[in-house]
């Protein structure tokens, strides 16, 4: 008798602090876009005064993240707070009070009591303690504001997206597919996203945790939205082994070995595996995920579709993918010697 599994579901929901976060980067601009043709950018503006513009853009580098970089404040300030559901603005200001806390006393033991994160129990070193509590300080400051003068604007839309996506989404089985595929769990009983509006050129997409991703809402383009979570399901179930990798002492001994070049091959052999589960949808990557050294290049995705070519059926992702940086190694070599 064949063990069923249990249908696991993409889900949307609408929640205040996400949208809030990207309320006050986008109108900070921290991540230094042209906003002169976001028409949000242009509409709510004056909902946060200039002083606190100013401040937040001074320590910009210190709150963004993207590329493979995260700035040293980022995991404190949006992904921390977003792992609690329904985080609001009382929440906020309890979480500020205990991490400046920790890091005005360097006692980060009731924090953490509180607040355990996937990230593991990292700090904030004493000298950025006047930077963080003015963070916390506009933050707490600002909320009312977008919620008397944006959230009310927004909501109905955002509410309007969730609920037909969620009937777009009810029947679709992508976990499932995956976990056959890999023969692996998928992290979690659903696939939460909450949908954020302002983000329209900044990171659209961001895993707070296994449980629960911010995405921008892209109403126009629900082909996109399908690409991109299909895609994220699979690195989801497959973090483990990326894990693994990066930790391998073989690779690691290796000269010309670089994380970039694993994150480029682990991206690459997850669009690759993409394509070869879901035979049945348009999917739309156009990332050929390459490494380039010394005058040559080196395409991690030729190597997976080779590899799909002569197995009907996955044997050890972690050994494929390790295979294909041992690959890329040996071509560097038998051209620059």
Request: glycine content about 2%; overall charge negative; some cysteine.
């Amino acid at each position: 008798m064949v063990a069923v599994l249990p249908h696991k579901e993409i889900k949307s929901k609408i929640e205040i602090m996400p949208n809030y976060f990207w309320h006050v980067f986008v109108l900070a601009n921290l991540w230094d876009y042209d906003q002169s043709d976001n028409p949000y950018y242009s509409k709510y503006i004056g909902t946060i005064p200039k002083e606190d513009i100013n401040f937040l853009r001074r320590y910009r580098k210190d709150i963004i993240w993207g590329d493979g970089n995260m700035g040293d404040l980022a995991k404190f300030i949006y992904f921390m707070p977003l792992e609690s559901p329904d985080f609001d603005l009382d929440d906020l200001e309890f979480y500020y009070k205990r991490l400046c806390h920790a890091v005005f006393s360097n006692d980060w033991v009731d924090f953490y009591l509180w607040y355990g994160s996937d990230f593991g129990q990292i700090k904030i070193p004493r000298d950025k303690f006047i930077v963080i509590e003015k963070i916390g300080q506009i933050l707490v400051k600002n909320f009312k504001a977008f919620n008397e003068k944006v959230w009310v604007n927004i909501y109905p839309e955002l509410k309007r997206f969730s609920q037909s996506f969620n009937e777009h989404f009810s029947n679709c089985k992508f976990i499932n597919k995956w976990e056959n595929f890999l023969n692996r769990d998928f992290e979690g009983k659903d696939f939460n996203i909450l949908f954020t509006i302002a983000n329209t050129k900044e990171i659209r997409f961001t895993n707070i945790n296994y449980f629960r991703y911010c995405m921008y809402y892209n109403s126009e383009d629900i082909q996109s939205l399908t690409n991109l979570i299909i895609k994220e399901i699979g690195i989801n179930i497959l973090s483990p082994e990326l894990h693994k990798l990066l930790e391998d002492k073989n690779l690691k001994e290796s000269s010309i070995f670089y994380e970039n070049h694993l994150y480029t091959a682990f991206q690459a052999f997850v669009q690759t595996s993409t394509e070869k589960i879901f035979t049945d949808i348009n999917l739309q990557y156009k990332n050929d995920y390459y490494t380039y050294d010394k005058g040559s290049y080196y395409f991690f995705k030729s190597f997976f579709k080779e590899y799909f070519e002569k197995h009907d059926y996955l044997i050890d992702a972690y050994q494929v993918i390790k295979n294909s940086i041992y690959s890329y190694i040996d071509d560097f070599y038998e051209i620059n010697h």
